[in-house]
Every structure is written in C-alpha cells, then in structure tokens.
T-cell receptor, first 114, second 113 residues
Framework: DQQVKQNSPSLSVQEGRISILNCDYT??????FLWYKKYPAEGPTFLIS?????DKNEDGRFTVFLNKSAKHLSLHIVPSQPGDSAVYFC?????????????FGKGTLLTVNP | GAGVSQSPRYKVAKRGQDVALRCDPI?????LFWYQQALGQGPEFLTY????????KSGLPSDRFFAERPEGSVSTLKIQRTQQEDSAVYLC???????????FGPGTRLLVL
C-alpha cells in the first residue's frame, strides 16, 4: 500500500515555463515532506522541504506547497531550465520516535525542452 | 566537503553468492540509513543506525540481509545467498542527526544472475 503517491510518471515542459510536480499521501502522521532530484547513475539530491506547520516554502526557483486537508503537496519550478530534467521524488516522514526514515513516492520524470 | 560514498558502484553476483556493500557517510554524521530502490520504484527503507547502534531494521526483507556499523562511521550491508529479486540499487544516506536532512550516496547497483 503506497503511502506516498506520485501519479504522473512523467512531465514535459518548455524551457522558461512553470513545472508543477504533484504528490499525494495517505498517512496523516506524516509531518515533514521533502523533494529530491535524481539524475541517472547518481543518488537523490535534496532540493527543498516543508514542515506541516507551514503551507509554503520557497528557495530560489523552487517552491513547495502543502495542503494538509487534501493530503497533497506540489513542487513548482519557475522558470524551468533544461538542467532541471531529472526524476523528482517526493518523500515524507513522521517526526518523533527513534527513526526518521523517509517514505518515497515512485518519482516523476521531468523533461524540460529547450 | 566530501559527500557520502559507496562501493562498489556496480556488482554482478551469481545466485547464491554473498555480497558486501560499503557506505562511507559524511564525516561527523551520526545517523545512517540504507534504502533499496527497485527498477521504476522509489527508494524503500531497509535499516537505520544512530552511531553504532542499529535502532531499526524493520525494512530488511529477509534474514539474508544484515547490516553493521561497528565504529559508528563506515557501514556495510551484507546479503547472503543472493537471489534474483535482490537485484536493485542500494542507497546509503547520512544525516547530522536523525532530524536533519538525509544526504544520499550514488548507490550500488546489484545485479544477481
């Protein structure tokens, strides 16, 4: 049973336009969310995160929005650049306890066309 | 500074062989995680260390999987009697402590024939 779902396996956008990647989760205990970016043959690279006490976090071209009532988050990339082409993973965790393991979605392949 | 490193980067094993995968975390990072990523899937949690203590091994798929971090730094994931379903990328991540951001290594791609 997938607790973190990325329902779009792929997304294609034009350079300079906005990329919106979506993520849904089912576990209401999740209180911290992260986005990772992954190039082929490399490990995931941390992009941006958001705590459940916020609904928006921005870092340069990247903004993450969290809608707790809908159990939905999204990553906006503006403007999109060809170098942004990669697989993007949404991840979530439950804080507290003795383990802060991450639960990942299956990823969305973003292609930014020049 | 140096990131998380893993070795070997690629490993081909015959079914039934034992393999050992190594992870060198970022210096000073207390927490270390192992994940398994099957083709077309996201990483899935295997086990977690806080210093040398293995606090959670609930994600290990079978008793053929064993992990250790004897001195609280380098970690080794060992898979005994490998099976074809063990073929995956094995990712190691470390963080300053368990509440901080996890930084991933490049992974070891294991292929069991």
């Amino acid at each position: 049973d997938q607790q973190v779902k990325q329902n779009s396996p792929s997304l294609s956008v034009q350079e300079g336009r906005i990329s919106i990647l979506n993520c849904d989760y089912t576990n209401s205990m999740f209180d911290y969310f992260l986005w990772y970016k992954k190039y082929p043959a490399e490990g995931p690279t941390f992009l941006i995160s958001i705590s459940s006490i916020k609904d928006k976090n921005e870092d340069g071209r990247f903004t993450v929005f969290l809608n707790k009532s809908a159990k939905h988050l999204s990553l906006h990339i503006v403007p999109s650049q060809p170098g942004d082409s990669a697989v993007y993973f949404c991840a979530a965790r439950v804080s507290g306890g003795s383990n802060y393991k991450l639960t990942f979605g299956k990823g969305t392949l973003l292609t930014v066309n020049p | 500074g140096a990131g998380v490193s893993q070795s070997p980067r690629y490993k081909v094993a015959k079914r039934g062989q034992d393999v050992a995968l190594r992870c060198d975390p970022i210096s000073g990072h207390v927490s270390l995680f192992w994940y398994q990523q099957a083709l077309g899937q996201g990483p899935e949690f295997l086990t977690y260390f806080q210093n040398e203590a293995q606090l959670d091994k609930s994600g290990l798929p079978s008793d053929r999987f064993f992990a250790e971090r004897p001195e609280g730094s380098v970690s080794t994931l060992k898979i005994q009697r490998t099976q074809q379903e063990d073929s995956a990328v094995y990712l190691c991540a470390s963080s300053l402590d368990m509440t901080e951001t996890q930084y991933f290594g490049p992974g070891t791609r294991l292929l069991v024939l």
